[in-house]
């Protein structure tokens, strides 16, 4: 030691000399003192928070991951084959990934680097791959664990690949967006992903379980109020067992349960899991959306309740509504537009909350309304068409004329102004001469398209009687 503090302060002098030395000297006293304690064993009887003293000492012990971490659970499967290759875990936060990527370096014998990608940078990245680099000409494996692997922009995820390619490596990273969308498709391809769910309330019931057993006692919760506790987790293990631990402090032994609400005042309400700019946010418009599609408005009602009550912007809400009501409603009920752009601006008029109840009843009407999807398909077969055909001219009698040479290049020769035909419909063709007739539209038996339709069957019959071209 004392060799090491004279080779830190050569070359120095003077004043500089005193103070390097006084500040290495009290450093190594620091990691001796440290040792020393652990040695004794002290470390073993500090504070711990109750979600550390739970953590998993065996992938056997993680719970709600069976698919997983089951008896035939994808990560067991590979352990029993002796081959762990590099990994995504992909899930909502509390589900175990930390905890999985801990145990996974000790079961392989892989020494763990940890590194979290909000935390760290290019210098941390590779001062990880050069001790890895170290270990594996010592024989032996790195397992790196990323947690927020999503963070590092794509540069630094390229600088995984030379790693995991020559076994330097095996990267285990933890994120909870969707790697399809957030990592780049080289890492992808050379690691697993392994989706998490969140956790169940019975899995979330198993660990309120430990938690008792760790502190000696039983939560004193009457039975309402430890279902409520394990709903305020919200399928996060980590947020379920810090709820519990509030709860133990709060109420000491031979306190008398407490109720519902009693634990609502006590722990507050924990916020719901939703991210306006990730995941969540889109995972839910998706499901506000599908729900109105399949005429569900009390299961509309809700996810636009969990988006409104997770902060969600209104007028995101709202364009999305409008979106939906020509998507999926369109000419089955033409009110239905209508209804949802009053939605928008009543919601303008009035703001939060009254406007909410706008963006409601829009909901509501569009769920219940006659579906279809007859103009957005018509839409897009149209819009194919015309990328197909290029850019082919129109028939020259639907052309204006208005100079003498587009007069005799033939430029509206044989229009008929349809407001002068018989039923004010003249049966010409519109379309380019050289790509005929095409049927882009055909409304559903279903709501105002009904009438649509027999609109159009009686203009094709006449069309046929007046020789329209097909």
């Known amino acids: 030691m004392l060799q090491s503090l004279g080779r830190r302060v050569v070359g120095i002098g003077g004043i500089g000399l005193c103070v390097a030395f006084c500040r290495a000297f009290a450093r190594c006293m620091v990691a001796v003192m440290t040792n020393l304690f652990q040695a004794a064993g002290l470390e073993a009887t500090a504070p711990r928070p109750l ?142 992903v392994l989706v998490l769910n969140r956790l169940e309330p019975a899995a979330i019931e198993e660990l309120l379980v430990r938690a008792e057993a760790a502190e000696g006692r039983p939560l004193p919760l009457e039975a309402d109020a430890r279902e409520a506790l394990k709903a305020m987790a919200d399928g996060d293990g980590r947020a379920g067992i810090n709820l519990a631990d509030e709860v133990f402090a709060a109420l000491p032994e031979g306190a008398a ?110 769920a219940t309304a006659p579906k279809s999807n007859a103009v957005y398909v018509a839409y897009k077969a149209a819009m194919r068409a015309a990328k197909e055909h290029g850019s082919l001219a129109p028939p020259k009698h639907i052309l204006n004329a208005p100079t003498k040479l587009m007069d005799d290049q033939g430029y509206g020769a044989g229009y008929q102004y349809d407001h002068d035909a018989p039923d004010a419909f003249s049966g010409q063709d519109f379309f380019p001469e050289s790509m005929g007739r095409r049927r882009f539209y055909d409304p559903p038996e279903r709501g105002f398209e009904r009438e649509i339709r027999k609109r159009l069957a009686w203009w094709e019959s006449l069309r046929q009687k007046r020789g329209g071209r097909e």
């Open 257 to 366: 349960p407490i109720g519902r609400d009693a634990l609502v005042s006590l722990v507050q309400r924990r916020a719901p899991l939703y991210d306006k700019s990730e995941d969540s946010h889109y995972n839910l418009i998706s499901a506000l959306h599908k729900a109105v599609r399949g005429s569900d408005p009390d299961g509309a009602l809700y996810w636009l309740a969990r988006m409104l009550d997770g902060g969600e912007d209104r007028l995101f809400l709202a364009r999305r509504i409008v979106r939906m009501a020509i998507e999926d409603i369109g000419l089955a009920d033409p009110q239905a537009l209508s209804q949802a752009l009053a939605a928008k601006d009543t919601y303008d008029f009035l703001g939060s909350p009254e406007g909410e109840l706008a963006l409601a009843q829009a909901v509501v009407y569009l």
């Open 51 to 192: 979600a550390d003293r739970l953590r998993p000492q065996t992938l056997a012990d993680v719970v709600g991951q069976p698919q997983i971490v089951g008896p035939d659970g994808t990560l067991t499967r590979m352990l029993r084959s002796g081959r762990v290759p590099s990994m995504i875990l992909w899930g909502p936060p509390g589900c175990g990934k930390t905890t999985i990527a801990r145990l996974l370096a000790d079961q392989t014998k892989l020494e763990l680097e940890q590194l979290s990608a909000i935390f760290s940078g290019v210098q941390d990245l590779r001062k990880a791959f050069d001790r890895a680099k170290l270990r594996r000409e010592q024989g032996r494996g790195t397992l790196l664990f990323v947690d927020e692997i999503h963070r590092f922009n794509r540069s630094q995820q390229d600088s995984f690949l030379p790693h995991m390619e020559d076994g330097t490596i095996t990267l285990v990273g933890a994120t909870t967006e969707n790697p399809s969308f957030e990592l780049n498709a080289a890492v992808l391809s050379r690691a697993v």
